[in-house]
């Protein structure tokens, strides 16, 4: 019986290893055990972050507007349930946008969350 040998499969991994370590420094793209270490390192980070990225983004929209709802003297929390309580319909990421791009619009959305007050 032969002996079944692996190098072809081995070759195209570590081939697709050291393609996706190139962009690190020293050891890191250029011996393989340490090129393994850091792109599967890089691939938790990389699939931990995509979810953490939501977060991250209600975040920054958060701040957005309540920064914008205290130029019109209100806090967030009551700029929100003031629209709640209109009946507004309208997603943070839309609301923090208008804050950002619209001050107008945003200034029509803020008196009508005051007008519930």
Known sequence: ???????VA?????KKIMEQAKGAVGARSKRYK?????????LAYAYRDRRKK??????????????AARLHELSYSRMMAGLKAAGVEINRKVLADLAVRD?????????????QQ
């Open 54 to 67: 939501k977060g991250d983004f209600r975040r920054l929209w958060i701040t957005r507007i309540g920064a």
């Open 10 to 14: 081995h070759h195209a991994r570590k």
């Open 103 to 115: 001050a107008d619009a945003f200034a029509k959305l803020a008196e009508v969350a005051k007008a």
């Open 1 to 7: 019986m032969s002996r079944v040998k692996n190098g």
């Open 34 to 42: 340490a090129a393994k270490e850091t792109v599967e390192r890089g």
